[in-house]
């Protein structure tokens, strides 16, 4: 079945620093790939998408590109803020599927 | 700006007790969902609706979970006799009529079940 693994936080950063969340994916199918980010006391919100390989999703200075040969979508950001603490979840649906597949979560906080 | 919206936010029952959870979709939304995600664990998929009916479930969706639409702006999520293991934080969701995979769904702050 499909299935989502993301590395495990927490990942504590200074200001300024470079984000890497790693991400990695199985499907049956052909995936579209999602980051979607909760931040305190909200809801899960998508942050960004890539449907087919290559593709670049980008949104709010994040940036994570759908890797076939490699099954990944890793979420990366050159200058983190305070305010992208939050809890970052990597997903996918699969072909013909709405349902989405979620991996665990990795925590980010960063430190002023 | 238009949101899902969850109650109650936090319920605590005792096991074999009946426990709703409602949900407010956005209004011109025709998918809706509920997932789970048990503390310290991945959020899961439980099940999916649309047109009055389940379009998808999970195998975690077993006979003691029923989903309604009773009056066309509240989705409610039904555990009929209560376990431990029911413990998790319940998130309903909701997406617009559009293509497939689009995977931009609309998520409620959450329900957070305790089970005692």
């Known amino acids: 079945g499909d299935s989502v693994t993301q590395m495990e936080g927490p990942v504590t950063l200074s200001e300024e620093a470079f984000l890497t969340i790693n991400c990695t994916y199985t499907?049956?199918?052909?995936?579209?790939l999602f980051w979607y980010v909760q931040y305190p006391g909200e809801g899960l919100q998508l942050l960004l998408k890539?449907?087919?390989?290559?593709d670049k999703g980008s949104n709010k200075g994040f940036e994570a590109t759908y890797r076939k040969e490699t099954t990944s979508f890793h979420l990366e950001k050159g200058s983190v803020q305070v305010s992208d603490s939050a809890v970052y979840f990597c997903a996918l649906s699969d072909t013909g599927r709405r349902a989405l597949t979620f991996g665990s979560g990795t925590r980010l906080q960063v430190q002023p | 700006e238009p949101e899902v919206t969850q109650t109650p936010s936090h319920q605590v029952t005792q096991m074999g007790q009946e426990v709703i959870l409602r949900c407010v979709p956005i209004s011109n939304h025709l998918y809706f969902y509920w997932y789970r995600q048990i503390l310290g664990q991945k959020v899961e998929f439980l099940v999916s609706?649309?047109?009055?009916?389940?379009?998808?479930k999970s195998e975690i969706f077993d006979d003691q979970f029923s989903v309604e639409r009773p009056d066309g702006s509240n989705f409610t999520l039904k555990i009929r006799s209560t376990k431990l293991e029911d413990s998790a934080m319940y998130f309903c969701?909701?997406?617009?009529?559009?293509?497939?995979?689009?995977?931009?769904?609309?998520f409620g702050e959450g329900s957070r079940l305790t089970v005692l």
């Open positions: 969701a909701s997406s617009p009529l559009g293509t497939e995979n689009t995977g931009e769904l609309f």
């Open positions: 609706f649309y047109n009055n009916e389940i379009s998808e």
């Open positions: 499907a049956t199918g052909y995936p579209s």
């Open positions: 890539a449907t087919k390989a290559d």
